[in-house]
């Protein structure tokens, strides 16, 4: 069974920075690209991120780029996504998602919470 | 970047009754890289639909996907309950990945 779990969510003030991490089982890691979605609060979702299998590709949405980094441990089934910079309309559940064959979003994980607020 | 308009908006309807769910593009998508996903209140999106018409995994044949270039379609073809929820469609073209707003689908 495909499990995808995120952590390192919490409060952070507008300016700071934050790690995300999200360990994934059940499948051959080192074969799928990993991504980041997120979701504002009432709002629909917003690809962030996606980092391919050997980890050689990244890829990013404009509203991040330059201020997150996205990077994975193939040793450890792990994907990180490193926030700087953060701002309030970054506040969001993040949602770490293995990235299928046909460039959808096959499994996810249950979200975490990342709030931008002084 | 390509732009994903999903409608309508909101659709009410009863259990039993057809869903049509249409997801329009501003610009041609590879049918290979056209997904619908169905999320409800609390929970993370479940992949329903690749490739525009290919089933995931464990999901019902009351679900289906078609459509090519701009327009694409998810079809319910009889409405359970555990179907009223909010679905979104998402491509992926030129480096990127764009989702449509949503569609909630709500008990009439």
């Known amino acids: 069974e495909v499990q995808v779990l995120e952590s390192g969510g919490g409060l952070v003030q507008p300016g700071g920075s934050l790690r995300l991490s999200c360990a994934a089982s059940?499948?051959?890691?080192?074969?799928?690209?990993m991504s980041w979605v997120r979701q504002a609060p009432g709002k629909g979702l917003e690809w962030v991120s996606s980092?391919?299998?050997?980890?050689?590709?990244?890829k990013y949405a404009d509203s991040v780029k330059g201020r997150f980094t996205i990077s994975r441990d193939n040793s450890k089934n792990t994907v990180n996504l490193q926030m700087n910079s953060l701002r309030a309309e970054d506040t969001a559940v993040y949602y770490c998602?293995?990235?299928?064959?046909?460039?959808?979003?096959?499994?996810w994980g249950q979200g975490i919470l990342v709030t931008v607020s002084s | 970047e390509i732009v994903l308009t999903q409608s309508p908006g909101t659709l009410s309807l009863s259990p039993g009754e057809r869903a049509t769910l249409s997801c329009r593009a501003s610009?041609?998508?590879?049918?290979?890289?056209l997904a619908w996903y169905q999320q409800k209140p609390g929970q993370a999106p479940r992949l329903l639909i690749y490739?525009?018409?290919s089933r995931a995994t464990g999901i019902p044949d009351r679900f289906s996907g078609s459509g090519s270039g701009t327009d694409f379609t998810l079809t319910i073809s009889r409405l359970e309950p555990e179907d009223f929820a909010v679905y979104y469609c998402?491509?992926?073209?030129?480096?990127?990945?764009?989702f449509g707003q949503g569609t909630k689908l709500e008990i009439k």
């Open positions: 998602a293995v990235r299928g064959y046909s460039y959808s979003f096959d499994y």
């Open positions: 059940g499948f051959t890691f080192s074969s799928y690209a």
């Open positions: 980092i391919s299998n050997s980890g050689g590709i990244t």
């Open positions: 610009q041609s998508v590879s049918s290979n890289y």
């Open positions: 490739g525009a018409s």
């Open positions: 998402q491509q992926y073209g030129s480096s990127s990945y764009t």
